[in-house]
């Protein structure tokens, strides 16, 4: 999706922007239960019972493929990336495999 990606020490924080030519790569899946939605909604900290503001929120993205766009679920981080180091390729598990160790 267009969009930055950031390195937030243990995990990613993906932002959407349509206006920039950065994108952020990742997985699609096609879910067939909804309990495993809220079951992902609860890992990222998301939805009725999560302490507010939210780490992350669950919004609708067109997400371009290599043949189309879909319009598809992501989870964008919801606080300042200020102090936050861009993932300039976008692509997290390119990059921790790069990354040092700490």
Request: proline fraction near 5%; glycine fraction near 6%; charge should be negative.
């Amino acid at each position: 999706m267009r969009g930055n990606l950031f390195d937030a020490g243990d995990y990613p924080a993906a932002i959407a922007s349509k206006n920039t030519d950065s994108y952020v790569y990742g997985s699609i899946f096609r879910l067939n239960n909804d309990d495993v939605l809220k079951a992902i909604d609860s890992y990222e900290g998301y939805g009725e019972g999560e302490p507010t503001p939210y780490l992350f929120v669950r919004e609708m993205a067109d997400i371009e493929t290599d043949s189309d766009v879909m319009t598809c679920w992501v989870y964008l981080y919801n606080r300042s990336t200020e102090k936050l180091k861009l993932v300039p390729s976008g692509n997290y598990i390119s990059y921790i495999t790069k990354k040092p160790s700490r």
